[in-house]
Nanobody, 114 residues
Framework: QVQLVESGGGLVQAGGSLRLSCAAS????????MGWYRQAPGKQREFVASITSGDSINYADSVKGRLTISRDNRKNTVSLQMNSLKPEDTAVYYC????????WGQGTQVTVSS
């Protein structure tokens, strides 16, 4: 059974930082491309960042230079360091394991106050 469990969300003031983590089980983690997506109220889920098994990284333009994705294959975790947060970063953040049958976590709320 595949499980992706996010943690680290919360309320932060604009300009602040948060670190999200996602613990994966039930998959061969080191082989999976992992990613973070987010969904703001009234909007569609959107791509934030991804990291492949070979550590190739991609970011949405809106977060480049502020968010950093990383992975630890020994701990089966993928993290998202979020700096210089803006109110428009407010959303539920979801961890994703890519593949023919992609998997999703339950999401963690990030709220950035102005």
């Amino acid at each position: 059974q595949v499980q992706l469990v996010e943690s680290g969300g919360g309320l932060v003031q604009a300009g602040g930082s948060l670190r999200l983590s996602c613990a994966a089980s039930g998959i061969i983690f080191r082989l999976n491309k992992m990613g973070w997506y987010r969904q703001a109220p009234g909007k569609q889920r959107e791509f934030v960042a991804s990291i492949t098994s070979g550590d190739s990284i991609n970011y949405a333009d809106s977060v480049k230079g502020r968010l950093t994705i990383s992975r630890d294959n020994r701990k089966n975790t993928v993290s998202l360091q979020m700096n210089s947060l803006k109110p428009e970063d407010t959303a539920v953040y979801y961890c994703n394991a890519d593949g023919p049958s992609p998997y999703w976590g339950q999401g963690t709320q990030v709220t950035v106050s102005s």
